[in-house]
């Protein structure tokens, strides 16, 4: 298995509490990515990573932040989150070949 | 837009049946992915395949680049097989050009 963490895994916060997401991997891939997963739709980007400091937006990157200031780690930052972010989070890497690891997801509420 | 779509949405088998879902997207790609989910859990590549045919036990992957159309067949099926299956064409340029499909979920009963 790929070497990929997501933490927490289970979150639930208050409306406008900030928030942070890390997706932590062991395999030196240089592509990261952040998605939700809501009911009646697919996997959506929020923000991408290809390589340290690189990062983009994707489809839905309205009240997010992320960072990557080493391989390893992408953070996933709500700054001030609302209950329309009450999502399950997925964050997948991907090297060369462009297949495409996910970690085991990170359920968050907001009240 | 590039978009992805799956048929049947949810699909309901009894052990040992052969499985197909199907999977369309709209304009050229670089590679389509399968992935599979699980009940509560993590999403797992199953395959990426860009032509041809893929085969990896009881699973098979095959893609149409001409008809712009992807099937995930599962022979011999069991309950294990339950989970929701997704596909993903990647459209390629920005590693952000991967539209998910919405999934099937599959249910095989014993």
């Known amino acids: 298995d790929a070497g990929i963490t997501q933490s927490p895994r289970h979150k639930v916060t208050e409306t406008g509490t900030p928030v942070t997401l890390r997706c932590h991997q062991t395999?030196?891939?240089?592509?990261m990515y952040w998605y939700r997963q809501d009911p009646g739709h697919g996997l959506r980007l929020i923000h991408y990573s290809y390589g340290v400091k690189d990062t983009d937006k994707g489809e839905v990157s309205d009240g997010y932040s992320v960072s990557r200031s080493k391989t390893e780690d992408f953070l996933l930052t709500l700054e001030s989150a609302t209950s329309s972010q009450t999502s399950v989070y997925f964050c997948?890497?991907?090297?060369?070949?462009?297949?495409?690891?996910f970690g085991e997801g990170s359920r968050l509420t907001v009240l | 837009k590039n978009e992805v779509e799956q048929s049947p949405q949810n699909l309901t088998a009894q052990e040992g049946e052969f499985i197909t879902i199907n999977c369309s997207y709209s304009?050229?790609?670089?590679?389509l992915h399968w992935l599979q989910q699980h009940p509560g859990g993590g999403i797992v590549s199953l395959f990426m395949l860009s032509s041809g045919k893929k085969k990896h036990g009881r699973l098979i992957a095959t893609i149409n680049i001409q008809e712009k159309h992807s099937s995930l067949h599962i022979t011999a099926s069991h309950p294990r097989d339950s989970a929701v299956y997704i596909c993903?064409?990647?459209?390629?340029?920005?590693?952000?050009?991967?539209?998910f499909g919405k999934g099937t979920k599959l249910s095989v009963k014993p």
């Open positions: 395999e030196n891939h240089r592509y």
């Open positions: 997948a890497i991907s090297g060369n070949t462009g297949e495409l690891f």
């Open positions: 304009v050229g790609i670089s590679a």
């Open positions: 993903a064409a990647y459209y390629g340029g920005s590693q952000g050009n991967l539209i």
